[in-house]
C-alpha cells in the first residue's frame, strides 16, 4: 500500500505561483510512475506532468513552459511548481502513483486562481 498526502493549495492572484507537494509513504519502492492530475467543476480529471522512475517527463499542453514536476527522494516528495497562473488553472490537484497495476490517489488540494 502507498499512501500520499498533498499539500500547498490556496487561492492565488493570475499571475502568481505556487508549489504542491506530494509526500509519500508506505511501499513507496514499488512505485514507478508520479504524477499531478487535476479536475475542475464539471470536468473530467486530467493528466498536468508526470514523471518516471527512468526519468521521462510529460506536460499537458495547457500547463509547458509554466508548471515544473520534480521530485525528492530523500523527502520522499513530489512537487508542482505553477508559474504564471491562470483562472483556468483552477482546480483539485491530486497526486496519482502507479505500482505495476495498481494505482494510487491523494485526496488532493484545491487551487484557486483569481482573475
Known amino acids: 500500500q502507498v499512501q500520499l498526502v498533498e499539500s500547498g493549495g490556496g487561492l492565488v492572484q493570475a499571475g502568481g505561483s505556487l508549489r504542491l507537494s506530494c509526500a509519500a509513504s508506505?511501499?513507496?519502492?514499488?512505485?514507478?510512475?508520479m504524477g499531478w492530475y487535476r479536475q475542475a467543476p464539471g470536468k473530467q480529471r486530467e493528466l498536468v506532468a508526470r514523471?518516471?522512475?527512468?526519468?521521462?517527463?510529460l506536460y499537458a499542453d495547457s500547463v509547458k513552459g509554466r508548471f515544473t514536476i520534480s521530485g525528492d527522494s530523500a523527502k520522499n516528495t513530489v512537487y508542482l511548481q505553477m508559474n504564471s497562473l491562470k483562472p483556468e488553472d483552477t482546480a483539485v490537484y491530486y497526486c496519482?502513483?502507479?505500482?505495476?497495476?495498481?494505482?494510487?490517489w491523494g485526496q488532493g488540494t484545491q487551487v484557486t486562481v483569481s482573475s
Open positions: 514523471f518516471t522512475v527512468g526519468g521521462s517527463t
Open positions: 508506505g511501499s513507496i519502492f514499488s512505485i514507478n510512475t
Open positions: 496519482r502513483g502507479n505500482s505495476g497495476p495498481e494505482i494510487y
